[in-house]
T-cell receptor
């Protein structure tokens, strides 16, 4: 079956440093969604990318969809302690509305 | 925004007992609800898709007789873990989707942490 892997698994940064998580799929992605899960919390929808090569920005967050639609990335500029959490990408299969989650990247931000 | 609730938020039970978890969409009608399981420091794994008025669709490897799903109304789906064992201890999260709210968006409940002794 489809495997959606994310690297790195963990990332510790100093506040103010940048952070990037990469999402790679064994098969072509339909639409890619990104979620943030705070410790002890539930996933919160961040964004959806649909088109090949698409780039979207939300304040300090930049999301990119690969040209071949087999990978995606999330980049955070100048991290803050509020960015702490686990970031998941997920392949959204429109036909069944199913989400296949990536393995996640846990981000820790130190002062 | 769309709100999904789950009850209970935390449950501890003895091995062999059954546990029911409720998932409710509070301000929209959800034709489809999803049930996920998340073990510590792992990703969310889809267990089943619940459609109102029809049988749930289970993912490969998920026992339908052990994880009973009922989607009785457009705002309520329940997951019953039958004859629970310690290996069933996990974080169970539901999500709800509705074409009226945004077809591509799923709204997640706060999760239910199940501990089986």
């Amino acid at each position: 079956g489809q495997q959606v892997m994310q690297i790195p698994q963990y990332q510790h940064v100093q506040e103010g440093e940048d952070f990037t998580t990469y999402c790679n799929s064994s098969t072509t992605l339909s639409n890619i969604q990104w979620y943030k899960q705070r410790p002890g919390g539930h996933p919160v929808f961040l964004i959806q990318l649909v088109k090949s090569g698409e780039v979207k920005k939300q304040k300090r967050l930049t999301f990119q969809f690969g040209e071949a639609k087999k990978n995606s990335s999330l980049h955070i500029t100048a991290t803050q302690t509020t960015d702490v959490g686990t970031y998941f990408c997920a392949d959204f299969t429109g036909g069944g509305n199913k989400l296949t989650f990536g393995t996640g990247t846990q981000l820790k931000v130190e002062l | 925004g769309a709100v999904v609730s789950q009850h209970p938020s935390r449950v501890i039970c003895k091995s062999g007992t059954s546990v029911k978890i409720e998932c409710r969409s509070l301000d929209f009608q959800a034709t489809t609800m999803f049930w996920y399981r998340q073990f510590p420091k792992q990703s969310l794994m889809l267990m089943a898709t619940s459609n109102e008025g029809s049988k749930a669709t289970y993912e490969q490897g998920v026992e339908k007789d052990k994880f009973l799903i009922n989607h009785a109304s457009l705002t309520l789906s329940t997951l019953t873990v039958t004859s629970a064992h310690p290996e069933d201890s996990s974080f169970y999260i539901c999500s709800a989707a509705s074409g009226g709210v945004g077809t591509d968006t799923q709204y997640f409940g706060p999760g239910t942490r199940l501990t089986v002794l």
